[in-house]
T-cell receptor
């Protein structure tokens, strides 16, 4: 059973370009969380999705950021018109159930560098 | 709202020495507590968690943490560390109610084990 997969592992973009980060949850998991880790900081929750639904996006910046988890395919975190402050590691986690105490399994992350 | 404080950003220790990584939290509601470990360039892995019952929880690789409600702490300990324990350790909480399961993380403690 493969773990949570994220690609690309490293992404370099110039200011103003778009960044697309992909996350394939573990098999059988229908709940996906995205977190952002800024340098020297802990992970910050961004968004929680179930298949075809955004459940909680309270941690998403109001502009330029969006997320989706379609019926088929990976979850996508999209950042439009990137700025240097978007440089960070973005982690995806998945779980099989919505119960709070259910373990979240993390992917290896995508490290975004904005030049 | 919840917050997590990890007082030590870096902890250097010698191999086979004991170690304690401190974690304090603030919350107006009951929480579940977690410790995650992040090895270089990898995602987070769950180390141990406290959900209910015995306040002392253990991991398979010799770490343990004790939930202290009166001090709102969940310190992580290991009596004898190995070089392979070198990693960054994150304490996290999640409210028992009113949450979709997203985790609130501390800023992390980098454990460096020297020979």
């Amino acid at each position: 059973n493969a773990g949570v997969m994220q690609n690309p592992r490293h992404l370099v973009r110039r200011r103003g370009q778009e960044a697309r980060l992909r996350c394939s949850p573990m098999k059988g998991h229908s709940h996906v969380y995205w977190y952002r880790q800024l340098p020297e900081e802990g992970l910050k929750f961004m968004v929680y999705l179930q298949k075809e639904n955004i459940i909680d996006e309270s941690g998403m910046p109001k502009e330029r950021f969006s997320a989706e988890f379609p019926k088929e395919g990976p979850s996508i975190l999209r950042i439009q018109q990137v700025v240097r402050g978007d440089s960070a590691a973005y982690f995806c986690a998945s779980s099989p159930l919505v119960q709070v105490q259910e373990t979240q399994y993390f992917g290896p992350g995508t490290r975004l560098l904005v030049l | 709202a919840q917050s997590v404080t990890q007082l030590d950003s870096q902890v250097p220790v010698f191999e086979e020495a004991p170690v304690e990584l401190r974690c304090n939290y603030s919350s107006s509601v009951s929480v579940y507590l977690f410790w995650y470990v992040q090895y270089p360039n990898q995602g987070l892995q769950l180390l141990l968690k406290y959900l209910s019952g015995s306040t002392l929880v253990e991991s398979i690789n010799g770490f343990e943490a004790e939930f202290n409600k009166s001090q709102t702490s969940f310190h992580l300990r290991k009596p004898s560390v190995h070089i392979s324990d070198t990693a960054e350790y994150f304490c996290a909480v999640s409210p028992r109610r009113g949450s979709q399961g997203n985790l609130i993380f501390g800023k992390g403690t980098k454990l460096s084990v020297k020979p």
